[in-house]
């Protein structure tokens, strides 16, 4: 079946340092990639939607210079958490998308940890 | 507004008794999707059963159903013969069309299911 590789699935980073995020589809063409974050036992947060070739949408509160996402290609998007602060700290979960495919893949994701 | 809403944070069942997990949705659409994930401590989001809105029969996936009555905008996720390995996080969510979004899953707080021995 479809997969979605996600990496890393763990990261440490220093404040102020920038951490990316990558989301790989493995055996289809993801043309939407959706991303969420969570903190511990609350739900999923969607942050953001991507198209491959186009701006991603930032859902509201979610600034776009601290969050960047990049989806140049069908089988890769990236999410770069820019000048981490603490407050960051989460976990970031990718969710791919095919054309004409109501179906969805969730990467495994990253827990982020900014000290 | 909460579009999704489980109201129960957390359940209890012993093993090989029949669990409901309780789903509501809100919506103006006549065409959406409900979806139930399980989440276990490592993180991963694994899908457990779809029901589409104009599907007249309800959802069945091995030890999962879906209790759909449309009416009610209720989705309840029904684990038979729970196993230890059912003790998770169980998420339910919502694909409908959004001009910002387009398809995204909007999820519910979740449930927490612990089943013991």
């Known amino acids: 079946g479809a997969v979605v590789s996600q990496h890393p699935s763990r990261v440490i980073c220093k404040s102020g340092t920038s951490v990316k995020i990558e989301c790989r589809s493995l055996d289809f063409q993801a043309t939407t990639m959706f991303w969420y974050r969570q903190f511990p036992k609350k739900s999923l947060m969607l942050m953001a939607t991507s198209n491959e070739g186009s701006k991603a949408t930032y859902e509201q509160g979610v600034e776009k210079d601290k969050f960047l996402i990049n989806h140049a290609s069908l089988t890769l998007s990236t999410l770069t958490v820019t000048s981490a602060h603490p407050e960051d700290s989460s976990f970031y979960i990718c969710?791919?998308?095919?054309?004409?495919?109501?179906?969805?893949?969730f990467g495994s994701g990253t827990r982020l940890t900014v000290v | 507004a909460q579009k999704i809403t489980q109201t129960q944070p957390g359940m209890f069942v012993q093993e090989k008794e029949a669990v409901t997990l309780d789903c509501t949705y809100d919506t103006s659409d006549q065409s959406y999707g409900l979806f139930w994930y399980k989440q276990p401590s490592s993180g991963e989001m694994i899908f457990l059963i779809y029901?589409?809105?104009?599907?007249?029969q309800n959802a069945t996936e091995g030890r999962y159903s879906l209790n759909f009555q449309k009416a009610r905008k209720s989705a309840n996720l029904v684990i038979s013969a729970s196993q230890l390995g059912d003790s998770a996080m169980y998420f339910c969510?919502?694909?409908?069309?959004?001009?910002?979004?387009?398809?995204?899953?909007?999820f519910g707080k979740g449930t927490s299911l612990l089943v013991t021995p």
């Open positions: 029901q589409g809105s104009y599907d007249e």
């Open positions: 969510a919502m694909r409908e069309p959004d001009s910002n979004s387009g398809y995204a899953l909007n």
């Open positions: 969710s791919g998308q095919g054309a004409n495919n109501y179906g969805y893949t």
